[in-house]
């Protein structure tokens, strides 16, 4: 046990287990896709009934700015359920878990 961590294997390590987690995971990311798109395709049209068609810039900036946005947020997000999810960090023990810390 290097640097007092324990070493048991992941959830993770199991090639079936993996992919059925990283299926998943996909879903998640096309759901947050679809979603990114819809937000996008409403502040378009907020902007346009707003201010009219100003510049293309304008909604280019835009649809990059929001739209990548709710995928970090939904990428992030999808790798917290799946290490959470999946059984990796129930692995994971902690050296200073121990009853003086609580």
Do not use: Q
């Not at 993770?12 to 096309?30: G, Q, T, V």
């Not at 979603?35 to 835009?62: D, M, P």
């Amino acid at each position: 046990m290097p640097n007092g961590f324990n070493l048991r294997p992941s959830p993770l390590d199991d090639p079936a287990h993996a992919a059925r987690s990283w299926a998943h995971y996909r879903r998640m990311l096309r759901f947050t896709a679809d979603l990114a798109l819809a937000v996008v395709g409403v502040v378009w049209v907020w902007l346009y009934h707003e201010f009219g068609l100003v510049s293309i810039h304008l909604y280019i900036a835009t649809a990059l700015g929001f739209g990548l946005t709710v995928m970090l947020v939904g990428a992030l997000m999808g790798l917290v359920f799946l290490s959470h999810t999946s059984g990796h960090d129930d692995v994971i023990e902690d050296p200073l878990d121990d009853e003086t810390w609580r």
